[in-house]
């Protein structure tokens, strides 16, 4: 079974920085897409940043110039870097992998971690 462990989470003030990380174990990590989503309270979980197997790195408008994903295949890690951030980035962080539907949207694996949560004070 896929295991996710999300860490790096905190309270930190608006304009301030934290770096998630996500160890993934149980799949074959390196040949997966992976993505990190984020939910707010009373919101949907929405897609934030995803990587392909080959490194390549989309990003969800809101976050696009703030937020940097990576990952180190060797750890089999997936990293968020998150810059300049606002009180509405609020919200629990996950990742998981992902997969194309025909038409080419992403879609999240079945198995989720615990998240960790990200607070940003005005």
């Known amino acids: 079974q896929v295991q996710y462990v999300e860490s790096g989470g905190g309270l930190v003030q608006a304009g301030g920085s934290l770096r998630l990380s996500c160890a993934a174990s149980g799949s074959t990590f390196s040949g997966n897409n992976m993505g990190w989503y984020r939910q707010a309270p009373g919101k949907q979980r929405e897609l934030v940043a995803a990587?392909?197997?080959?490194?390549?790195?989309e990003y969800a408008d809101s976050v696009k110039g703030r937020f940097t994903i990576s990952r180190d295949n060797a750890k089999n890690t997936v990293y968020l870097q998150m810059d300049s951030l606002k009180p509405e980035d609020t919200a629990v962080y996950y990742c998981?992998?992902?997969?194309?539907?025909?038409?080419?949207?992403?879609?999240?694996?079945?198995?989720w971690g615990q998240g960790t949560q990200v607070t940003v004070s005005s």
């Open positions: 998981n992998s992902l997969a194309r539907t025909y038409y080419g949207a992403y879609y999240p694996g079945a198995y």
């Open positions: 990587i392909s197997s080959g490194g390549s790195t």
